[in-house]
């Protein structure tokens, strides 16, 4: 069984910078890619990126540039660094990981972005 535990979710101010973990733990745990989605406040879910392994990650254009998605695959860790939010970047944050051809998802973490 894999679990993803999400954490660092919070209000975050215009302009400003938040980072986003989530830690994989279980056994036979050889991700393939770990990665980001959002839902909006109107139920839209929106890819983020994600970070294949051994390969490139990739982005959305509504957060290339602003956004950076790194891993740590000794600690089966994916971060989302956000950095420039605006408001349109207020959503729930799901992490997820792909093992074995499975995808796992993250409970979710509120993020808003207001001044």
């Known amino acids: 069984q894999v679990q993803l535990v999400e954490s660092g979710g919070g209000l975050v101010q215009p302009g400003g910078s938040l980072t986003l973990s989530c830690a994989a733990s279980?056994?036979?745990?050889?991700?393939?890619?770990m990665g980001w989605y959002r839902q909006t406040p109107t139920n839209e879910r929106q890819w983020i990126g994600t970070?294949?392994?051994?390969?490139?990650?990739t982005y959305s254009d509504s957060v290339k540039g602003r956004f950076d998605i790194s891993t740590d695959n000794a600690k089966n860790t994916v971060y989302l660094q956000m950095n420039s939010p605006t408001p349109e970047d207020t959503a729930i944050y799901y992490c997820?990981?792909?093992?074995?051809?499975?995808?796992?998802w993250g409970q979710g973490t509120q993020v808003t972005v207001s001044s």
């Open positions: 997820y990981l792909t093992n074995l051809g499975q995808n796992y």
């Open positions: 279980g056994s036979a745990l050889l991700n393939t890619a």
């Open positions: 970070a294949t392994l051994g390969g490139p990650t």
